[in-house]
């Protein structure tokens, strides 16, 4: 009779302690907890002013910490990165019971991102509001022990994996200098800043063989005679890039994603923050999987198709900016033509060729169009939080090409850099959708 009872009693515990777990459970299984993170990150990148490169760098390795618990977790799904990114080795498999790979994949997310921003209190802030609702919820300090140990675990190797990018030794590279011939790159108002990471095709790829697998044909050859093909490409900017009204000026200040504009008030300064170029994309990312109905594992390994080809893009682009070192328009305009025009929005301080936009949009509509398919329409309310109104696109393609266009509306770069841009990032995103494996 007592051993019965023990038994009955032990059987109520289990069926209590899970009843208990339930909503916490439930909670790791919505892909919003996810996307929270996401938001937390590009927050913080967008408060640190990351460079669109830099931050490229930022999104992809916690994504892909991730994304590796998740494959181990859903092996009949997934398909790990190990042996397909470069360098990159399995990570440790888990052995231990108790733990809850997805808040083992949330964790190892927080904890590298967290080692790759600079203001890592708003990341620990973000980890602990979290973590007590999910305490709340019912989480036990059993689990969030275990779960959060593998987390840390596999974060430490997809840190020492990190650490050999080649990230760290450019940043004691040295600058650019300024060429005198009129054809290359100087900087432009109002502040004239130095060439941003001259040395980015140093950096490991991470599907593509090197930074030069795919260099777009070479720029127009520079001429400031009236007839020649680059000075009718100059005076479209001039004509179109200073003067637009209505849709085009919308355009352009929608897909602006300059992370540091600054303004100037006669003797006052001050900047505005915003979202990355390739923020932008995993913005979109987030809001086309939650559309979708993905589960927490899917949207995790959307995100991390997404980041990957967004690194691997603005590697293979700035290796090209900084070969051909191509002038900006605002330079020959200010110097040949009108001295007083000035583009809708703030050039950029690096070189225009190819176009940033072109090629990372591009590279990033065909990874969520092999997700997703070729006519997924969708609102776009990433540029809300920074007070410009929803955009909406019959598919991602749609919404790259309309990317690529705004920076001729914007002023900031020549046709021909759009145009070879998006072939640029065609070549980047079939090559990584042919070749990157991640679903069985």
């Not at 915003?274 to 979109?284: C, D, L, N, V």
């Not at 007083?340 to 225009?352: G, N």
């Given at each position: 009779m007592r051993l019965k009872i023990i038994c009955f009693c032990l059987t109520l515990i289990s069926t209590t302690a899970c009843y208990e777990n339930v909503a916490y459970q439930e909670k790791l299984k919505d892909p919003a907890i996810y996307n929270a993170a996401m938001k937390q990150l590009t927050d913080i990148i967008v408060h640190d002013i990351f460079s669109p490169p830099a931050a490229s760098r930022v999104y992809s390795y916690p994504n892909i910490a991730a994304f590796e618990i998740i494959a181990q977790a859903y092996p009949d799904d997934f398909i790990s990165l190990s042996g397909q990114l470069t360098d990159l080795l399995t990570i440790p498999k888990n052995e231990d019971p108790v733990v809850n790979m997805h808040l083992a994949a949330l964790h190892a997310f927080l904890t590298v991102g967290t080692e790759l921003i600079f203001s890592e209190e708003k990341m620990h802030e973000f980890q602990n509001q979290t973590y007590q609702a999910l305490k709340v919820d019912g989480l036990s300090q059993r689990v969030l022990k275990s779960s959060t140990k593998y987390g840390d675990l596999v974060a430490s190797h997809i840190l020492k994996w990190a650490d050999g990018d080649h990230y760290k030794e450019t940043r004691t590279d040295f600058k650019y200098s300024i060429r005198s011939q009129p054809q290359y790159w100087k900087p432009t108002p109002p502040d004239y800043m130095e060439g941003i990471e001259p040395h980015w095709n140093k950096i490991?790829?991470?599907v593509l063989d090197s930074a030069q697998q795919y260099i777009p044909k070479p720029p127009l050859l520079f001429s400031m005679d009236e007839n020649s093909l680059f000075f009718k490409e100059l005076m479209e900017v001039y004509t179109i890039g200073g003067q637009v009204e209505n849709q085009g000026e919308d355009i352009a200040k929608f897909w602006d994603c300059n992370p540091y504009v600054s303004h100037h008030r006669?003797?006052?300064?001050?900047?505005?923050?915003?979202?990355?170029?390739?923020?932008?994309?995993?913005?979109?990312?987030?809001?086309?999987?939650?559309?979708?109905?993905?589960?927490?594992?899917?949207t995790i390994h959307a995100h991390a198709r997404v980041a990957i080809s967004l690194f691997d893009a603005f590697i293979s682009c700035w290796d090209e900016k900084w070969r051909s070192v191509v002038v900006r328009p605002e330079t020959l305009i200010n110097e040949y033509i009108d001295e007083?025009?000035?583009?809708?929005?703030?050039?950029?301080?690096?070189?225009?060729y190819t176009s940033g936009h072109s090629v990372i949009s591009r590279a990033a509509a065909l990874t969520l169009t092999e997700l997703l398919g070729n006519d997924f329409s969708f609102e776009d309310t990433s540029e809300m939080a920074y007070g410009l109104p929803r955009r909406s696109f019959d598919s991602f393609l749609q919404a790259s090409e309309e990317a690529a266009l705004s920076r001729l509306y914007g002023g900031i770069h020549y046709r021909m850099a759009i145009d070879n841009g998006l072939d640029q990032g065609d070549a980047v995103g079939n090559y990584i959708n042919n070749t990157l494996k991640t679903r069985k």
């Open positions: 490991r790829t991470m006669g003797h006052a300064m001050f900047a505005t923050k915003k979202i990355t170029p390739g923020g932008h994309w995993m913005e979109i990312s987030s809001i086309a999987t939650s559309q979708a109905g993905f589960t927490y594992a899917e007083d025009w000035a583009p809708l929005l703030q050039t950029p301080p690096f070189p225009e």
